[in-house]
């Protein structure tokens, strides 16, 4: 656990990473090893190895990553992250893959 983020191999979580700091994921959020250094939200180092998400509401795959994104005010309500239900499919998917990719 203490050790720091490794980069995505896959090109799509390569992409996502991309996408979690051109849309200010990072300045809520810290990945160890990476620019993120945001201290609002959880420390997603090694969110993808945890067994689940949103303090245990959800499981820890891909999908539920995406939904969370989209919608933490319909699956908590009185959640502090913002939902990002603007952002499009694939990009959803490809942040989806970069939070499962850190290990
Ligand atoms: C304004 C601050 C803020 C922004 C911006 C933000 N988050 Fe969050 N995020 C939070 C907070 C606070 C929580 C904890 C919510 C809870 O469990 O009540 C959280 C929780 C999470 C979780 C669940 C973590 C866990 O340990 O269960 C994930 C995954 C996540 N955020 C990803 C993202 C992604 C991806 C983005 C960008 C698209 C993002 N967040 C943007 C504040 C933020």
Redesign the pocket.
């Known amino acids: 656990m203490a050790r720091p983020a490794s980069s995505p191999a896959d090109p799509v979580a390569a992409q996502?990473r991309e996408?979690?700091f051109a849309?200010?994921?990072?300045?809520?959020?810290a990945v160890r090893g990476t620019d993120a250094e945001?201290v609002?939200?959880?420390?997603?180092t090694h969110?993808g190895s945890?067994l689940?998400?949103?303090?245990?509401?959800?499981p820890n795959e891909s999908e539920a990553?995406a939904r969370?994104?989209a919608r933490?005010d319909r699956i908590?309500p009185?959640?502090?992250?913002?939902h990002?239900r603007m952002?499009p499919p694939a990009e959803l998917s490809a942040?989806?893959a970069?939070?499962e990719s850190l290990q």
């Open positions: 996502g996408f979690f849309n200010g994921c990072s300045a809520c959020h945001g609002v939200g959880p420390d997603l969110v945890r689940s998400v949103g303090a245990g509401i959800l990553f969370w994104i933490t908590k009185g959640v502090t992250m913002p990002f952002l942040l989806a970069y939070l």
